[in-house]
């Protein structure tokens, strides 16, 4: 049944709470169901991120609050408009200034997570693939169409609407905000990994994986899968870029289409869930986690593994000057997604009653060139989300180290490398009682 907006009413209970992030039901009982709102504020609403420095936005978790607003305010308006052009007929026509400006904000809600945290280098807003749209006060339903389909892919997660009732037949998937299809085709060459931490990752899965069911979330490329996939039991990866998946070598790895905040796997199906910087990228980490903690069997292990890069101190100055200037090029916006959620995830983990250990699978001392210690500014996503190109940040970053007399690209520099591995484990409490809250 659908109601007046192409909402599914079903879908939709009063005043379009929604807000549930479990559409698999599959083995799934009512006391571990949850909605979204509730994971967020059992992790306390709040969000630890270091203060925004005037180089790094740091992207803000979503609240609880805001989480609302979008399911009450944000999301009824794109759904109307979507129900009224997505039968029109006529791409080329324009559609209201008033329906432009509701459009692009909505986008920009979700993008920015509500905003809010009154920071002066927030996000600028579009995504780069929508900001055309951006540039006329009347869009056409052509435009509107793709906005709508942007604003879904992104939101749905959130809060189980589906604003888009028919998307239009031909048009490609939508791909989730971050990792598109310009970004994938840079990924890997800008992204290269050391022979040396392949070894380590081979070494990590014989140590780690053996026989075991595993599986990876948003492998991305597949540069961890292809290391850990054929010493694990068996290999499954869950990637919401299909850009990425194509952009990566198949090596018949198993890797599905799909979100890991919705995963398409049964309860308890898996031993060991493994991670390397990913899940700070998906809409809301936490949600992220109470799949992991689903889909893992009893004594199951969740592995995040991290990479910790320290350059010499030079090289550190070197990159903060040139994320600053970065930040200038690309209009005061160099956002940061990862730090601070990390620890939001750590906590909320632990709440759950999951054991952590930290092991140090590997450190060592490593000497690269200039260009592959500033490779983690010049690569492929941080300057893409922010507008600036390829080109111009590597220019700004051969400028400064020059001024900085430190040579050129090709220039030598020690500095350290280090693996680490966080290990939780997800263990049986002998009653409700006794499982740790938060
Ligand atoms: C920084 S890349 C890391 C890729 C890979 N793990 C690696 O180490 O090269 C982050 C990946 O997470 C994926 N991702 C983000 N949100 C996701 C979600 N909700 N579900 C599945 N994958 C997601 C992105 O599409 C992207 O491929």
Redesign the pocket.
């Known amino acids: 049944m659908r109601s007046h907006h192409g909402v599914r009413a079903d879908d939709v209970p009063s005043e379009v709470m929604a807000v549930i992030p479990y559409r698999s039901e599959a083995g799934f009982g009512g006391a571990t169901r949850a909605a979204a709102i509730d994971v967020v504020r059992e992790a306390g609403d709040s969000a630890a991120l270091p203060p925004c420095d005037g180089r790094f936005h740091y992207v803000p978790p979503w609240r609880a609050a805001t989480l609302e607003t979008l399911a009450k305010e944000v999301v009824p308006p794109v759904a109307d408009l979507a129900a009224r052009y997505s039968t029109s007929g006529r791409p080329d026509e324009l559609i209201t200034a008033g329906e432009t400006a509701t459009l692009l904000s909505a986008c920009e809600y979700v993008r920015l997570r509500g905003g809010g945290d009154d920071c002066t280098l927030a996000f600028g807003g579009l995504p780069s693939e929508l900001a055309e749209h951006a540039r006329h006060d009347r869009m056409t339903v052509r435009a509107a169409l793709a906005c709508v389909g942007w604003f879904n892919a992104n939101q749905r997660?959130l809060t189980g609407v589906d604003v888009d009732p028919r998307p239009t037949a031909g048009t490609p998937p939508v791909?989730?905000a971050?990792?598109g299809p310009e970004l994938a085709r840079r990924y890997d060459p800008a992204?290269q990994v050391t022979e040396r931490f392949n070894d380590v990752l081979r070494g990590f899965a014989k140590d780690f994986l053996g026989s075991r069911r595993v599986l990876e979330?948003?492998?991305?490329?597949g540069?961890?899968a292809r290391n850990i996939a054929p010493l694990a039991g068996s290999y499954v990866g869950?990637?919401?870029?299909l850009a990425?998946i194509e952009a990566g070598r198949r090596d018949g790895l198993d890797v599905r289409h799909?979100?890991?905040?919705a995963m398409p796997f049964d309860t308890g199906s898996v031993d060991v869930v493994v991670?390397?910087?990913?899940i700070d990228?998906?809409?809301e980490p936490l949600l992220?986690a109470t799949e992991v903690e689903r889909v893992l069997a009893l004594g199951g292990q969740f592995h995040r593994v991290e990479l910790e890069t320290t350059p010499a101190v030079e090289i550190g100055r070197l990159q903060e000057e040139i994320a600053a200037r970065l930040a200038e090029v690309s209009g005061g916006v160099f956002p940061y997604w990862t730090k601070g959620q990390r620890q939001r995830l750590h906590r909320w983990l632990l709440g759950r009653g999951f054991v952590h250990r930290r092991i140090e699978l590997a450190r060592w001392d490593e000497t690269r060139t200039l260009r592959n210690w500033l490779q983690g500014l010049v690569n492929a996503?941080y300057p893409s989300f922010s507008g600036v190109d390829e080109q111009t940040a590597l220019s700004v970053c051969v400028e400064l180290a020059r001024a900085a007399s430190m040579g050129d690209l090709g220039t030598r520099w020690p500095g350290q490398v280090g693996v680490v591995l966080h290990q939780y484990e997800c263990v049986d409490w002998c009653c409700s009682g006794h499982r740790p809250r938060p």
């Open positions: 997660f791909d989730g971050l990792y992204r979330l948003g492998p991305g490329t540069r961890v869950i990637e919401a870029s990425m799909g979100d890991m905040m991670e390397h910087e990913s990228f998906c809409a992220a996503s």
